[in-house]
């Protein structure tokens, strides 16, 4: 049973604090998890609770700290760390508000992620084995390789460009092609005359002045590097488009221009026809405009996957009324938008049960833990975007990747680009 439950204060990869959690179950057995911490962080996400004040920009976790401290200690001792489900829910009714304000989803996160750990310490396996069973795969991997919008200073208003690997005989080959096309992207960047510099996600935020700019490098970058684009190596953005929105005028201020929804899509759709490479937009549309990101999922949803994220911050309550109305054809997954591993997977069969795919992501704000390589694999989740190959925080997913596939003792290959071949159950 669990006997100690602590946090502390620890830092990520933006140098921002955070809180990493301590399980510690009667026998001594230790669960630790980290939490990380998004940028462009979507409305109706579970609360981070922060300090205020003076210290440390106002960003300090010491409430969320002592929250684990007292009182989630005192209301977990002597549960089973096995029944994650009862785990989360005690926090959650602990908590007592919708959003996790009041202990804080940075609090309960950590906590929820630790138990997982401290579970599968006891039972001496793999956290993947211990989630997830068998008959598991390794996802495709999306990789953040030109950075734009809140996570760069530079001209791009779409937030990430990424590339794929769509034909691999293994994780490992896969992962090696995008290296290769990320080393050669450097050198493009550089010829241009452009700083390579890297960007809060690894990839390179060269001062361009638009999209369709970084796009052409990825173009060229994947084609110098030897692969043939769309059939080996595809791009994906995300435009986190709701930080380009104006609220007052309902139009988007994208690069210089102010253009209407209608104009937007035909911007998308330019692109799409430009660069045929490209097979999946995230958050074409704001938070605040779900009418518009229906009537986009309505025109272009057979074309290319569309994956909402801020619309819907991994809450099964949003995820259904996005079913409802037909907005995306893919969920994005982070565990800290709704703040516990119970609720993520309920958020995760949702989505299958209703024929949407679903992508695992991180957070620009991001710790050595590896946990979302693992869960990512144990709930046989097909897509996963965790950053460039740079930055430890982002490789360190993918060298566990390369550890899980080493264990599995298969080819990890997961060609089909979007269905999730297996529910979680
Ligand atoms: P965030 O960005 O972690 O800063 O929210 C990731 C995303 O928008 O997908
Ligand atoms: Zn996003």
Known sequence: VIDVVKAREVFDSRGNPTVEADVIL?????GRAEVPSGASTGANEAVELRDGGQRLQGKGTTKAVNNVNTEINDALHGVSPFNQAQVDQIMIDLDGTPNKERLGANAILGVSMATCRAAAAETHQPLYRYLGGTDLELP???????????????GIDIQEFMITAVDRSSFRDGFEKIVNTYHTLKKVIEK????????DEGGFAPDLDNSEAALQMLHNAIVQAGYVPGKEIAIAFDAAASYFYNTQTKQYDFEGQHLSPDALSDYYAKLLAQFPEIISIEDPYSEDDWENFVKFTKKYGDQVQIVTDDNVCTNP?????AIKMGMANAFLIKLNQIGTVTETLTAIRLARKNGYATMMSHRSGETGDTFLADFTVATR?????SGAPARSERVEKYNQLLRIEEELGTTGTRLAHFPDSVDYD
Do not use: P, W
């Not at 309550?317 to 009324?321: C, D, E, G, Q, V």
């Open 26 to 30: 009667s026998d001594g057995t230790l």
């Open 192 to 199: 241009a005359g452009y700083t390579t510099g890297l960007g």
């Open 317 to 321: 309550t949003l995820f259904a009324k």
């Open 140 to 154: 495709q991997t999306f990789h953040n390789v030109i950075n734009g919008g809140e996570h760069a200073d530079n």
């Open 381 to 385: 989740t097909a897509q996963l975007k």
